[in-house]
Structure formats: C-alpha cells, structure tokens
C-alpha cells in the first residue's frame, strides 16, 4: 500500500520507520520546502501548502500539535489517513484509534481506552483503561496515563510524567517532563513539578 508522508524531519523519521514495517510503501514526502538531509531517500513531492487531494493514502507526520492539526484539517475531507502502529506495541482489542495515529515502539494502550484524531503515543509511553485523548494529543516517551484520564485537545504530556487515575486535563495544556499530576488542569496551562504546579495559566 502506497503512503505519502507530509513533514520530513525527526519525528517523521520515526513515522517512516514504522510504516515501512508495517508493510507500507513511501512514495515521497511533503514538506515547506525540499530537505537536504533526506536519510530515506524519498522523494520530495512539493510543499504541503499546494497538496489538496491525491490517491495515495496520507500520514501527517508532523510534532508541533496544532500544525499537525491545521494540516489535517486542510486534507481530511479528501483523504484517507491510516494509523500507523509499531509491531511490538500492545494494544486492547477493546480500544479506539481513529485516523492518523502514531503509536510508537514499546507503547501500551489498554482496555477500554479512546484515542482520537491525529494523535502521537510515543516510545514506550502507557495509556491505561478507559483514557480519553481527544484529537491531536501527543504523549512524550515513557509518560504514563493510570486509568480513566481524559486529556484534551492538542495537550502534550512531556516524557516520564505521570498522570493519576481520573485526572482531567483541559486543552492546550503542556505537562512538563517528570511531572506527577495529582489535581486536575485547567485549558491553557503549563505544569511540572511533583506534585505538578501551574507556572503557567492564560485566563
């Protein structure tokens, strides 16, 4: 199966590697502008500013949450967007992944759990039963999700955190690395820390 990737730099990388083990074939990529470092050697397809509607399914490979979004969001009515999972990831048979998904190696998704639209699970991060992550989340390395967290829209859990079980984090929130939450976060905030404390809030 054919696969276009859009964004060519680290966290594409990661991507790359796990559609090509999970049997797809890169076709080309497209990015701003064409990258001198290309360590796949793909070829560069033009800039994702021009890409309306193609045939080849399409993995937005992109870090930063809300360009990943505004890209998606420009494609998604036209496009389909297969999830991309590492073989050695586990998985609930009674979980949900929508479209666009990267989960990477080592990682855990249980029973139960829902993860939305265009999210990243990154190596090794765990998210535990009945977990809510709306669209565009992006869980860092070895971050862990206990059981029944709800994250909202475009949040970043940075790597090694721990979230509690039955915390709800709003939007746009970052969750610094380490942090151990404890409390419920509003929209808009930063956290680190343990046990985590707001050094950010927009009112």
Do not use: W
Not at 14 to 26: K, P, R, W
């Amino acid at each position: 199966m054919n696969l276009v990737i859009i964004g060519y730099s680290g966290h594409s990388y990661v991507c790359i590697e796990i559609a090509i083990l999970a049997g797809f074939n890169i076709i080309g990529y497209y990015d701003i502008e064409e990258k001198l470092l290309n360590p796949y050697n793909i070829t560069y397809l033009g800039s994702e500013k021009d890409l309306i509607k193609t045939n080849n399914n399409l993995f937005v490979a992109i870090g930063d949450n809300k360009l990943r979004q505004l890209i998606c969001e420009k494609l998604i009515l036209d496009n389909y967007f297969p999830s991309l999972v590492h073989p050695s990831a586990i998985i609930s048979i009674t979980s949900l992944i929508s479209k666009n998904v990267l989960v990477s190696a080592g990682a855990v998704i249980n029973a139960q759990a829902k993860i939305g639209f265009g999210c990243i699970i990154n190596s090794s991060a765990t998210v535990e039963h009945e977990c809510y992550l709306s669209d565009y989340v992006h869980i860092a390395p070895g971050a862990v999700l206990a059981g029944n967290v709800t994250v909202g829209k475009r949040s970043f859990i940075g790597a090694n955190a721990t979230i509690k079980q039955g915390i709800t984090i709003g939007e746009d929130v970052t969750i610094g690395a380490g942090a151990v939450i404890i409390n419920d976060v509003p929209s808009n905030s930063t956290v680190v820390g343990n046990p985590g404390r707001i050094i950010k809030a927009k009112i």
